[in-house]
Nanobody, 123 residues
């Protein structure tokens, strides 16, 4: 059984930066995708960024130009977030799945989830 453990959340002022990390084990053999998702109170969970074994990355429109997803050789997933806005405030989750779905930013495509890390951006 694999495991996903997020870290790096916190409180930052608008315009600031944070880097989220997700230590992954057991999910990155063969074809796979990993992604960052977020959920604000009263809102549905939404995809932020994904990276798959085919090398492709995808970003939500709200993340383009500000966030960067990456993965190192130790299978740690990162999300570098710059120019943060109050509307980025949410619980951020790391997720993983086997195979490459048609749309890797769809949370319903993912089976395995971390416990989440809170990001709060103050104005």
């Amino acid at each position: 059984q694999g495991r996903l453990v997020e870290s790096g959340g916190g409180t930052v002022q608008a315009g600031g930066s944070l880097r989220l990390s997700c230590a992954a084990s057991g999910y990155t053999d063969g074809r796979f995708c990993m992604g960052w998702f977020r959920q604000a109170p009263g809102k549905e969970r939404e995809g932020v960024a994904s990276i798959c074994s085919d090398g492709r990355t995808r970003y939500a429109d709200s993340a383009k130009g500000r966030f960067t997803i990456s993965q190192d050789n130790a299978n740690t997933l990162y999300l570098e977030m710059n120019s943060l806005k109050p509307e980025d405030t949410a619980m951020y989750y790391c997720a993983a799945r086997a195979g490459v779905p048609f749309w890797p930013l769809d949370s319903h495509e993912y089976r395995y989830w971390g416990q989440g890390t809170q990001v709060t951006v103050s104005s």
